[in-house]
């Protein structure tokens, strides 16, 4: 009777580290914050203490344009810091500051949106996720990486995300 209880308890416990040992579970919140994440030519988001915190440390110079429009035309410092285009303030379509980023950054996940299968060794998901810029102007409060709406970038949406398998689950790119 005792070797039958051992029998069972062992095969249980072998089950139960088996199920532990990984599997290739697939969770995008910490594949996408597991290592930085490269953004080509992407929008983020900006508010005003961080437009004007970027003007006073010499990321950007803000040159007024008129209808309430305003450019920060980028120093060398804002490149350094993987800024890709001027900072554009005041747009109606999007609303709020915004600046295109090109490299690889840390993201951290906000909100995690739905998961799809595109095949067996790709999915996509779709995610809130904010940008670590490593400057004073962006700790307190990371820019969000904005998502595309028929077509155009847009505060609303999250990006999608695909996701590779190659031993492990990784960031292959945005889908736009």
């Known amino acids: 009777m005792v070797k039958i209880l051992l029998r069972i308890v062992g095969v249980f416990l072998v089950f139960l580290a088996l199920a532990g040992c990984g599997g290739g579970g697939f969770s995008p919140n910490g594949t996408l914050e597991a290592r930085p994440v490269q953004l080509d030519g ?8 961080q437009v004007d915190c970027g003007a006073n440390e010499d990321l950007w110079n803000i040159t007024q344009l008129g209808g309430g429009r305003a450019v920060g035309r980028l120093t060398k410092k804002g490149r350094d810091l993987q800024f890709s285009d001027d900072i554009q303030i005041g747009d109606p ?9 090109h490299g690889s950054f840390p993201v951290k996940v906000v909100q995690a949106g739905s998961v799809r299968d595109e095949d ?3 999915k996509l998901a779709d995610a809130k996720v904010t940008v670590g810029i490593n400057h004073s102007c962006f700790q307190a409060n990371p820019p969000a990486l904005m998502g595309i709406r028929h077509g ?16 492990d689950w990784m960031v292959d790119r945005i889908v736009h």
Do not use: C, H, W
Request: charged share 15%; hydrophobic share 45%.
């Open 42 to 49: 992407e929008q983020v988001l900006l508010d005003q203490s």
């Open 93 to 101: 379509v999007v609303g709020a500051p915004y600046a295109q980023i």
């Open 120 to 122: 067996q060794f790709t």
């Open 152 to 167: 155009q970038f847009d505060a609303s949406a999250n990006p999608v995300f695909r996701f590779k398998m190659d031993q």
